[in-house]
């Protein structure tokens, strides 16, 4: 019995100079892999369009009913998205949201991503529903911010010539 | 001083542990008859989790439904998106191509080695080996990672859709879970060594809780904890599903029936699940990950979906009425049918194996409460749907008027007399 307590105490001691495995969060933060389905953003085309156009595809899939989609028109003088709706609230009540991904795989156009985001903390309920404003990517370096002024008839068709997800 | 002893010793105490208690991780209640130190009865009461997730699954429609019953438990919860999966895609007649049913083979695999090992830690904390507890924790996440890396969650992976599965395998991240597996290979045998040498761990579970091949067939018990008592009982081997026809496991078997024995077999089943997740990913087959058409509404009809969760049978009753939502779904997770073995097990123990013994089925708690048989007094009695959601409201409309929430305007309502009843009433 002794000399199976010293192998024991001997393994724990082993341990003792390995380096730790405990990461000091939130000093140094894990990196999440390239699949992590954390918080949603809602992505720009090139020339700054917003992807998302509103047709509430992804609130009708939404299996915890966590989005609220509400669609306005657009119009070549004030064009938010390609097509001819767009979406004037969009929010996303992360309270309720299991990130299941199922949004993503509903929206026609791939304009919301499941991003790396993890930390969502809030101090109040209101404070968990994040808004279109919070969703939204910045707008890219080329492109310039919603609302746009653009010629008439290019940005007909609301939905563009999709690739196979990555 | 001596008297007293005598007139403790012939009372009879009973031991009421949970629904909330230090050693138990989720809300169940236990109540434990003892003589001295010795358990004479012991006796349970579930359903203080229950979560109306099957009646939850009849407004949902068949896609989002997968999302929520992967949700029943959160350490097993690709198995019973599998289970369901298997369940609706025979219901419509259809069946995912093979790709995809080894990858939810593989998916399964991975998820009961990072289950088993979990187990590991929290039994080990149990018998107040807390270094185990520790190390196993640590390795486990070596799997936890790989499943980060190939469905991008922790737990509740996603992986599943109806007639397939969401995310392939790429060659990178294969040779990834090669080198994973090889350091939990190592670090298994390590603890299967430990748990059959140390002398101190095995006098926490040599011997202790010792179900009989009998008893076990008896109880109706399943899984691992049916294994280490030398009964076959595991739904690979007895139905393969997915893709267990072409990737086969062998089932551990143990004879002694005792704590030791279902450690032996659990972590035995770890070199398995290694074995097949390996074979897998050398012969993957090649093709398509989904199919090209799943529909929407599922034909009438009812379909019965056996899987093999970590901790034993997993039983889905799936039935539809034709139209995008299913008609009843019902799920039966393995806990509930080991839930027995441990009542009898505890009796004639000491009060110190009890949480040892309860932890030796690797009980999930939440998982099994769900069915719901309401009586009153001795009038037994079946209430409708209707009738109880009408009580509901009445009873919420009360609530609200007494409480004062938002304002003295709403009057109480009656309050309806059944409330307590409903609580004593309550049967899993
Ligand atoms: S991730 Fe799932 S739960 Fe969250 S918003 Fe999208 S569909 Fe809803
Ligand atoms: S995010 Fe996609 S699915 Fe949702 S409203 Fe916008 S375009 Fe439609």
Redesign the interface.
């Known amino acids: 019995m002794f000399g199976e307590i010293v192998k024991g105490l001997y393994t724990t001691l082993k341990h003792l100079f390995q380096p730790p495995v405990t990461v000091q969060y939130p000093e140094i933060k894990r990196p999440v892999r390239n699949r992590f389905k954390g918080r949603h953003e809602l992505k720009r085309y090139e020339n700054g369009l917003e992807k998302c156009i509103g047709c509430a595809l992804c609130a009708a899939a939404c299996p915890a009913d966590a989005i609220f989609v509400e669609a306005s028109e657009n119009s070549d003088e004030k064009r938010f998205s390609p097509g001819e709706r767009y979406a004037s609230t969009y929010e996303i009540n992360m309270m309720r949201c299991i990130f299941c991904g199922y949004c993503e795989d509903a929206c026609p156009t791939q304009a919301i991503v499941l991003e790396k985001s993890y930390e969502l903390s809030f101090y109040d309920r209101a404070s968990a529903i994040y808004t279109k404003e919070m969703l939204i990517v910045d707008v890219p370096v080329n492109g310039r911010s919603t609302p746009q002024v653009v010629e008439p008839g290019i940005f007909n068709r609301a939905i563009p010539e999709m690739e196979d997800p990555k | 001083m001596h008297t007293n002893e005598h007139t403790q010793k012939a009372e009879t105490f009973i031991v009421p542990i949970g629904p909330q208690h230090p050693a138990l991780r989720e809300p169940g209640h236990f109540e434990f008859t003892i003589e001295g130190e010795i358990v004479t009865a012991a006796s349970v009461r579930l359903g203080y989790a229950h979560r109306g997730i099957e009646k939850g699954t009849e407004s949902?429609n068949w896609?989002?439904?997968l999302?929520?019953l992967?949700?029943i438990c959160g350490i097993c919860s690709h198995i019973h998106a599998t289970a369901y999966c298997l369940g609706v895609e025979q219901l419509a007649g259809v069946e995912a191509p093979p790709r995809a049913q080894a990858i939810r083979e593989m998916v399964a695999e991975l998820e009961r080695t990072h289950s088993h090992l979990l187990w590991l830690g929290e039994a080990a904390h149990e018998a107040g080996f807390e270094?185990l507890f520790m190390?196993a924790w640590?390795d486990r996440?070596t799997v936890m990672?790989i499943l980060?890396?190939?469905?991008?969650?922790r737990v509740?992976y996603?992986a599943n859709l109806l007639g397939g599965v969401?995310?392939d395998v790429t060659g990178e991240q294969a040779s990834k879970i090669e080198q994973g597996l090889d350091y939990l290979e190592e670090r298994t045998r390590h603890y299967l060594d430990v748990v059959t040498?140390?002398?101190?761990f095995i006098q926490r579970t040599r011997g202790i809780g010792v179900m009989t091949a009998v008893q076990a067939d008896r109880l109706g018990v399943v899984g691992p904890t049916a294994r280490a008592s030398g009964v076959v009982r595991d739904v690979r081997v007895e139905a393969p599903y997915a893709a267990y026809t072409a990737f086969p496991i062998t089932p551990v078997l143990a004879q002694a029936g005792d704590l030791e024995a279902r450690f032996v077999v659990r972590l035995r089943e770890l070199f398995e699940s290694y074995g097949v997740i390996r074979r897998i990913l050398a012969n993957l087959p090649p093709g398509e990950l989904v199919l090209k058409r799943m529909p929407r509404r599922i034909k009438a009809g009812e379909a019965i979906s056996r899987v093999e969760a970590p901790r034993g049978e997993l039983f889905y009753f799936i039935r539809s009425n034709g139209s995008d939502t299913p008609d009843r779904v019902k799920v039966r997770t393995p806990t509930l049918c080991n839930m027995a073995s441990v009542l009898t097990l505890t009796v004639g123990r000491h009060l110190a194996d009890v949480p040892m013994i309860l932890v030796g089925i690797d009980p999930c708690f939440s998982c099994n409460d769900r069915g719901l048989v309401l009586k009153r007094g001795a009038d037994h009695e079946h209430w409708t749907w209707d009738r109880l959601r009408q009580i509901g409201l009445d009873y919420y409309a009360g609530e609200r008027g007494s409480g004062g929430v938002g304002g003295t305007s709403i009057s109480p309502a009656p309050l309806p007399p059944c409330p307590p009843a409903l609580l004593t009433g309550m049967h899993v």
């Open positions: 949902r896609v989002q439904n999302y929520m992967e949700r270094t190390y640590r996440e990672d980060e890396a190939l469905t991008g969650n509740n996603s969401k995310y040498s140390d002398p101190v």
